[in-house]
Nanobody, 121 residues
Framework: QVQLVESGGGLVQPGGSLRLSCAAS????????LGWFRQAPGKEREFVAR????????VYTNSVKGRFTISVDTAKRAVYLQMNSLKSEDTAVYYC??????????????WGQGTQVTVSS
């Protein structure tokens, strides 16, 4: 089993920044690709970014390229999502994930509990 605990969500104005953190634990937590998905109200859950266990490669969904940065601290087994230039359409519940290399929901083996990000003036 892998446990994922997120933190760092909140309310931010358009153009602002937030940093999400996720701590992974469990015997096999170092084997998995770590990533982030999000789900906006009334929409399906979607892939945001993922990072390989050793920090590379990295993949982003097109809508966040140039604004979001995913990183991993292998010693702490933590993954981060730095979100800059936030837009109202980034409003969603963000989920930390652990799984295989891929952008589909079926690639995710473990989910965090989710953290709310609201972008609003």
């Amino acid at each position: 089993q892998v446990q994922l605990v997120e933190s760092g969500g909140g309310l931010v104005q358009p153009g602002g920044s937030l940093r999400l953190s996720c701590a992974a634990s469990g015997r096999t937590s170092s084997w998995y690709t770590l990533g982030w998905f999000r789900q906006a109200p009334g929409k399906e859950r979607e892939f945001v970014a993922r990072i390989a266990p050793n920090g590379a490669p990295i993949v982003y969904t097109n809508s966040v390229k140039g604004r979001f940065t995913i990183s991993v601290d292998t010693a702490k087994r933590a993954v981060y999502l730095q979100m800059n230039s936030l837009k109202s359409e980034d409003t969603a519940v963000y989920y930390c994930t652990a799984g295989t290399w891929g952008s589909s929901l079926s690639d995710v083996k473990y989910w965090g509990q989710g953290t709310q990000v609201t972008v609003s003036s």
